[in-house]
């Protein structure tokens, strides 16, 4: 077509005109730490997980789960998921269900029987196919740090040999936590997948002499993570009546049925393991199981759902209570009054409660006879101290879990054998990695909210009443598939691209690629960049980015 | 994701989980066995309010979120950092090219659209477009569709766009004529209420108390005088015509479907699409789709659909907001604001957007209600 | 030929009629109206130009062969006879005489047999059934100065309107060509006696 | 055939055959017949494949001609005066953008005083928007100059505009042949557009130009202008041919060869002139006429050579300039630059005043006598402008001129010519 001189124009000629120069800002996408992942003790890369999950890949999920964690089940079960305290959903609606979408992936995973990653296969350590190393470690306890730290050791190329008094692997989780929160075959089964990694289990084998242990099975070093089991107790003068029981002994043998408590059990104590106490008692023929605790509900260190869920079936609590005596049936118990810093003051007002066993649920202490003596541990508090990398003040003796200063939860001890692993490798000559360079947190105020559904989350199915105080079957079931896709895609991806197309849809000169990137393990990733030839530099893109992904950045003049 | 397939309301108002599935399609096979099912897929991360996701089925996807959309109007345009205008053009066009199968052509009045679009020697679109004056878009695109009645081309779709300015006011008796004579055009009005192209002068559009260049924020009565102006979807409803939309560019899912809806029909069909001007509005670049978010939140503009010059439907708001948000942001309105500023004049507009929310229902508790109540 | 009348009776349709009546007969002929926006009731000129060659002059004609004059209450208003030559043709549309009109002078300055009057409009209401008096008009100017055949004015009525209509048209040109004969007859008679 | 018909009704004829694909109708005094008569021809099936739209004014009837012509449709439409002045920034908008839309001008005066009758003051006040207008000067010219004009325009992508007197060329009955449609068929192929809105071969019309090439773009429009001055005798010697009579051209000239003075004009006023020349002729005076039928382009070599040899010009035009005088003398002025005829300019017929003969005769005389100044006003009432200058002088609140002059002829609304 012959066209008239300057009236009439080919079309798109425009893209000649590079209109990227009027920029004084430029878009920049940028992948923040979301919270989830800040929170979480065990280092999960929760938002990456969910964001496989929520196209339904649900092994590459699982998979990217446990480059952190061996156990989803268990901690889809036990964990007190800090994960969700700290979701910025809670702001929205209510947090995303992370802890269920986990014990979804991990119940998946034990009914597909997905295999764990092979050894010298970490993601983030050297690639050392099998036990290539040729290092040999020594893991002190078979808890879920221990067993954590077993499990990157032997993905680094190491040998690992776990070491354990009890019959059975799996610590705290198998002695400390009753059956309906967490029934023995997940764990079990859990725990099992770490066999074919090479990781051997010496069970019922009592480490004394860790000097010794360590020369005699050449090992290059030691994870120490034997826990704190010796309990807690306080002086409460008790007549011959008086049963008084320590909470781990109660829990440890209500495990295996070779207890038998009274009727009144009163349980004295305000953590998590006195909620677990009361509700085992209960289950144990107990019929009005008490709490007694100095102070009140909004400071009790219990997590709200546990109390919430002993409540539920049927235990009471006596707040701001002393035990002052248990004498012939009887508690004497003290009303108490709180201080300032929230310290329980005395009344002298005292009242009576009848009981026929006393549980004190009062925290246990590490025993640490194990490094006593060790040339360069050093202990303090009741503590062992321990550097970034884990590593004591002993060359090659790592510690982790309840041993050393901290949250004394499963998830921190996954955690800390993770850490370990890594400083241990490290040790053994491995890469020494820098630390990966925490990026900058995705707080709420980065997100446009607006672009996010209405969507409560996801109920978990609860077992009935009557059948909680009667039985060790688990209170909380799982989510079914439809759910835990629900629940997935309730996540906000926080400071992290989910691909949801604003940017490119928002972008008023079509300055925005978007890619076609495939990816292997889950879905094509369609990321985005930012044609700078004809970027104004508007904003729009960031401002209607729903998860706060870009950042503008002024352009240097 | 497409809205037609959902109840209006459930939608509109954010609704239930269940109401607000968006009911795209299925994700196949889910997890590694192929067996585990068909489901649908929920999109309770973005709902149906972001541009895209990257779960939807493609054929359910957003005409925008498509890497092969038209792009109509192509990157190199003149138009202001962070121009409504131009997004919602785009959003327009490219959801009518889809519509039409690529089988459109565009009628543009002039304006700053026209301006930015096609500086000789460069032009932004990628498709057939005329500009011929400000006044006469409807009616070249009159010319348009007749040529095409008479050439046999019944799968071309003629589009006329405008600007307020071209619509409201000079464009109004062309716009009119069309209407009336019910001619196969869809007309688009983009409205950023003013005359922005000249440099923002107060247009039939432009809303009350705004500050324009022809109406200054000096003396007793600043800014745009009250009780002026046209409503200007409410007036090709009363022309009977078969289709009258009110969109913005911050509903992409409400403008692709109405504008596909319009697309494909036949007669006069008129959508106006709000959409606001950093330059004119005095906003941040980076705010134009919040701030017209915000017009339809607080009620201000209403976003509803009709046929045969009834409303048939209504976007419910989703999260009611006071007019103070929504001028507050703007510096049009600056003058409404801070000491000794005018909360009496700002309780005038906030009694405009009560009165449009009362006459459109646009909250479930008015649903239901007569929609007339009063003249705006 | 110039022809007066009132918005309505058909004034300007007289002065095509009878340029295709000319046309019919072979001549050349330019019918224009005296263009205005007159309003049914208002007085309105035609003219009608008639010729063997072809006729360029497009200037209103101000001194006419002949005058139609469709209604006499015009008489008063308006210059009817401007321009008029001594042997120009004039046929008016009345039931009454010129001496009866108070024209008495006027048929003085004038060929006294180029002088008609027609009931016109009775005429047509007779056959027509409708007060329409050009086309009969026609007629009677066929027969008075026989510029055109009452057969070509049959035939462009013909062209013009509908069988019924322009066959009862038809008539009333015949019957009003008739009475002018009849008048002419009787006036020549009387001018031998 | 030959008819004898209304010259509306001759165009409406003629344009029907032509096969307009899009005719946009605005009434307007005195082009309705013209509308009335192609609407009828579409209803009636006459006239086919037609989109016959009723729109709301004629700005938006050159509109959506524009647009029918833009995608590709011949596009007609019909106006005079007031609504050509209503659409004027569509009409250079169609000859801005090179759309060959064909228009009828039913040449009318433009107000205020509001007035219906015929002047050339419309054509004037849109001579510059790069239309073609050709003048007619009797109905078959007007009908024959329809058919070169829908040729012209689409070979050249250039709207036309066919100027014909109001009254007194379209409401008069007169002998047409109207184009036989074979013949229009054969002389006028379809429309090829040079550009056209479509959805395969997209392209941006309408661009908005700057400083940078703007004046390029209208030296081609002239340069378009000057290929159309070149064509319009091709084309009128192609009809000819087709059709077997003569019609159209750039000018037209009548006992012009020897004459010492030559009477230019525009449109239907030739022919009382042409009458009035052949009066004067047997009087012994050497006088001839010359029309120009296209008035843009101006053909000013075709007018040189036909007027060199005058000794005077007398420019008779409806229309004029003022505060300075005739428009047509000025180009016919400038077209004789350095040769020897004085021209002079006699503006006539204002607002459907007739241009009579006897006027005629005495601007001839006087003509030939040397005593026409440079400007003269045919039949200009003297005595009346000369009062309303004095009222004027005497007192500041003398009144709307037009009623008083009215006030002073005394003069009823039924006036004859």
């Known amino acids: ?557 | ?376 | ?193 | 055939m030959l008819e004898q018909i209304e010259g509306s009704r001759a165009v409406a004829k003629t344009v029907a055959r032509c096969r307009p694909e899009v005719v946009c109708a605005y009434p307007i005094s005195p082009q309705t017949h013209i509308i009335e008569a192609i609407g009828a021809l579409v209803r009636s099936g006459e006239l086919a494949r037609c989109e016959f739209i009723n729109v709301e004014s004629e700005f938006a009837a050159m509109s959506v001609a524009i647009g029918a012509s833009a995608a590709g449709a011949r596009a007609y439409t019909a106006t005079a005066s007031q609504g050509l002045l209503f659409m004027i920034e569509a009409v250079y908008n169609a000859a801005g953008l090179g759309l060959p839309v064909v228009m009828t001008l039913a040449n009318r005066a433009v107000g205020a005083p509001i007035n219906i009758w015929n002047d050339h003051s419309d054509a004037m006040a849109v001579r510059d928007a790069g239309w073609v207008q050709l003048f007619a000067e009797t109905n078959q010219e007007a009908a024959d100059l329809h058919v070169q004009a829908f040729r012209l325009a689409e070979e050249l992508s250039v709207p036309v505009m066919v100027c014909m007197d109001g009254f007194v060329l379209t409401h008069a009955f007169e002998q047409v042949d109207v184009p036989e449609q074979d013949l229009v068929d054969a002389f006028l192929p379809p429309y090829e557009p040079r550009q056209v809105l479509d959805p395969a071969d997209p392209v941006s019309i309408g661009a908005m130009v700057g400083p940078e090439a703007f004046e390029e773009v209208r030296y081609l429009a002239h340069v378009r202008q000057l290929a159309v001055l070149e064509q319009i005798p091709v084309v009128a010697a192609e009809f000819e041919r087709t059709f077997g009579r003569r019609s159209g051209g750039l000018v037209s000239s009548y006992r012009a060869e020897d004459a010492e003075v030559v009477v230019v004009a525009l449109g239907s006023v030739l022919g009382t002139i042409k009458d009035t020349v052949d009066e004067r002729r047997e009087q012994g005076e050497r006088i001839g006429v010359v029309g120009i039928t296209s008035f843009r382009p101006f053909p000013r070599e075709a007018v040189r050579q036909v007027l060199s040899a005058a000794r005077q010009v007398v420019v008779i035009e409806k229309a004029f300039s003022i505060g300075f005088g005739g428009v047509l003398a000025t180009d016919v002025a400038m077209a004789l630059q350095g040769l020897p005829p004085e021209v002079v300019s006699v503006v006539a017929g204002l607002g459907g005043r007739p241009i009579t003969t006897v006027s005629l005769r005495r601007v001839l005389q006087a003509a030939v006598n040397d005593r026409l100044p440079p400007l003269t006003f045919l039949d200009l009432d003297e005595d009346l402008v000369r009062h309303e200058l004095e009222r004027m002088a005497a007192t500041r609140r003398s009144g709307p001129t037009a009623e008083n002059l009215l006030r002073d002829l005394g003069v009823p609304s039924g006036h004859i010519g």
């Open chain 1, 1 to 557: 077509m012959e066209r008239p001189f300057a009236i009439t124009l080919d079309v798109g000629s425009s893209r000649a005109n590079h209109t990227g120069s009027w920029r004084v800002e430029r878009p920049v996408y940028l992948d923040y730490l979301p919270p989830c992942n800040d929170a979480c003790p065990a280092g999960e890369n929760t938002q990456r997980w969910l964001y496989l999950a929520e196209s339904g890949s649900y092994e590459a999920a699982w998979r990217a789960l446990v480059e952190d964690n061996p156990f989803p089940a268990t901690m889809g079960r036990v964990c007190f998921h800090p994960c969700e305290t700290a979701c910025n959903r809670v702001k929205v609606d209510e947090a995303v269900g992370i802890n269920a979408v986990e014990r979804f992936l991990g119940d998946v995973a034990l009914d597909k029987g997905w295999e764990l990653p092979r050894p010298g296969s970490a993601a983030d350590g050297p690639a050392r196919p099998g036990t290539a190393s040729g290092r040999r470690v020594l893991v002190v306890g078979a808890g879920p740090g221990g067993l954590s730290a077993a499990y990157h050791l032997a993905r680094r190329g190491h040998q690992v040999v776990v070491a354990d008094a009890n019959a059975e692997a799996g610590g705290m989780m198998r002695y400390g936590i009753p059956a309906y929160r967490l029934p023995r075959e997940v764990l079990a089964a859990e725990i099992d997948r770490l066999r074919p990694l090479g990781v051997e289990l010496q069970l019922g084998h009592v480490v004394r002499d860790l000097a010794a242990e360590r020369r005699d099975g050449a090992y290059d070093a030691v994870y120490l993570g034997v826990g704190a089991q010796l309990a807690r107790r306080t002086d409460i003068p008790a007549g011959d009546s008086g049963r008084v029981l320590d909470a781990l002994s109660l829990l440890r043998a209500a495990g295996d049925g070779s207890i038998e408590l009274g009727r009144r059990v009163a349980v004295y104590g305000g953590g998590d393991t006195a909620m677990d106490v009361a509700r085992t008692a209960r289950r144990l023929g107990a019929t009005d199981p008490v709490i007694v605790y100095r102070r009140t509900r909004d400071v009790m260190p219990a997590h709200d759902e546990e109390l919430d869920g002993a409540i539920a079936e049927g235990i009471t609590v006596r707040w701001l209570s002393t035990i002052d005596r248990f004498e012939g049936g009887k508690l004497v118990l003290e009303r108490m009054t709180l201080g300032p810093d929230n310290k329980p003051v005395p009344t002298g007002e005292l009242e009576e409660l009848e009981a026929d066993t006393l549980v004190l649920a009062l925290g246990e202490s590490a025993d640490l006879s194990l490094v006593e003596g060790l040339d360069g541990v050093q202990v303090h508090d009741g503590s062992v101290l321990v550097d970034a990398s884990m590593m004591t003040g002993a060359a090659g003796i790592f510690a982790g879990g309840d041993v050393i200063a901290g949250s004394r939860t499963v998830t921190d001890a996954i955690g800390h054998g993770k850490a370990a692993a890594r400083g241990i490798d490290a040790v053994l000559g491995g890469e020494v990695r820098a630390p990966a360079t925490r990026h900058e947190l995705a707080s709420f105020e980065r997100l446009n909210t607006w672009y996010y559904d209405d969507a409560p989350r996801t109920i978990r199915p609860e077992l009935d009443r009557i059948r909680r105080q009667s039985s060790f079957d688990e209170v909380f079931g799982s989510l079914d598939e439809t759910n835990a896709l629900f629940e997935a895609r309730r996540c906000l991806s926080c400071g992290n691209c989910f691909e949801c197309d604003n940017c490119y849809g928002v972008c008023p000169d079509n300055a925005v690629i978007k890619l076609d990137g495939a990816q292997l393990d889950g879905p094509p990733q369609r990321r985005y960049v930012v044609d700078y030839d004809f970027c104004k530099g508007c904003g729009i893109c960031a401002a209607e980015c729903p998860c706060g992904a870009i950042e503008m950045i002024p352009e240097l003049i």
């Open chain 3, 1 to 193: 030929m110039r022809i007066h009348g009132r918005g309505g009776q058909g004034v300007v349709t007289a002065a095509e009629l009878l340029s295709v009546a000319a046309f019919r007969e072979g001549r050349f002929s330019l019918a224009f109206p005296s263009f205005g926006s007159e309003r049914t009731g208002a007085p309105v000129v035609a003219f009608c130009r008639i010729d063997g060659r072809p006729i360029r002059s497009r200037e209103p004609i101000v001194e006419p062969d002949a005058l139609i004059i469709e209604d006499v209450t015009l008489i008063h208003q308006v210059d009817l006879f401007a321009g008029l030559g001594p042997d120009g043709y004039v046929l008016v549309n009345t039931s009454r005489s010129f001496e009866e009109l108070g024209l008495t002078g006027l048929v003085e300055r004038f060929s006294p047999e180029r002088l008609v009057c027609v009931p016109a409009t009775e005429i047509a209401l007779e056959h027509i059934g409708r007060p329409l008096p050009n086309a009969v008009l026609l007629g009677g100017f066929a027969a008075l100065c026989e510029v055109v055949s009452l057969e070509a004015v049959a035939m462009a009525v013909r062209e013009r309107f509908g069988r019924v209509l322009a066959e009862s048209n038809v008539a009333a040109a015949s019957d009003a060509a008739e009475r002018v004969h009849q008048h002419l007859k009787e006036w020549s008679r009387a001018r031998a006696d």
């Open chain 2, 1 to 376: 994701m497409r809205r037609d397939l959902l109840p209006t309301d459930a939608v509109a108002a954010g609704g239930t989980p269940e109401a607000a599935d968006t009911g795209a399609g299925t994700s196949g096979a889910i997890g590694d066995d192929p067996g585990a099912g068909r489901q649908r897929l929920r999109f309770y991360q973005v709902g149906s309010f972001a541009v895209g996701n990257r779960l939807a089925d493609p054929s359910q996807r957003t005409v925008q979120s498509d890497a092969t959309r038209s792009n109509s109007l192509d990157s190199g345009h003149r138009a202001c950092q962070g121009c409504g205008e131009a997004l919602g053009a785009r959003y327009a066009l490219d959801a009518a090219m889809r519509a039409a199968g690529g089988q459109l052509v565009a009628v543009n009045a002039t304006g700053c659209l026209e301006v930015f679009s096609t500086p000789y020697p460069e032009t932004s679109w990628r498709i057939a477009w005329l500009h011929s004056l400000f006044a006469n878009a409807p009616a070249v695109a009159t010319g348009v569709a007749a040529a095409m009645r008479v050439k046999g081309r019944s799968d071309v779709r003629v589009v006329a766009q405008a600007g307020d300015g071209g619509t409201v006011d000079i464009g109004f008796g062309c716009l009119s004529g069309m209407f009336e004579r019910n001619d196969d055009v869809l007309f688009i009005c983009y409205d950023n209420e003013a005359y922005m192209n000249t440099g923002v002068q107060r247009s039939g559009a432009t809303p009350s108390a705004a500050r324009t260049a022809t109406t200054e924020a000096i003396g007793p009565d600043p800014g745009a005088p009250f009780g002026q102006g046209k409503d200007l979807p409410r007036l090709a409803m009363a022309h009977g015509i078969p289709y009258v939309a009110t969109a913005t560019v911050a509903d992409l899912h409400d403008l692709e479907d109405k504008i596909e809806r319009a697309t494909l029909m036949r007669g006069a069909r008129y959508v106006h699409v709000l959409v606001p001007c950093p330059l004119g509005w005095g906003t941040a670049s980076a705010d134009t789709i919040a701030v017209a978010r915000l017009a339809t939140q607080t009620g201000l503009f209403p976003v509803y659909e009709a046929k045969n010059g009834s409303v048939t439907s209504v976007s419910k708001i989703r999260r009611v907001q006071p007019v103070e948000a929504y001028l507050g942001m703007q510096k049009r309105f600056a003058h409404l604001f801070g000491t000794p500023g005018r909360p009496d004049i700002v309780a005038r507009i906030q009694a405009i957007a009560d009165d449009s929310i009362a006459r459109f229902g646009l909250l479930d508790s008015h649903a239901g209600e007569p929609a007339e109540r009063g003249a705006r």
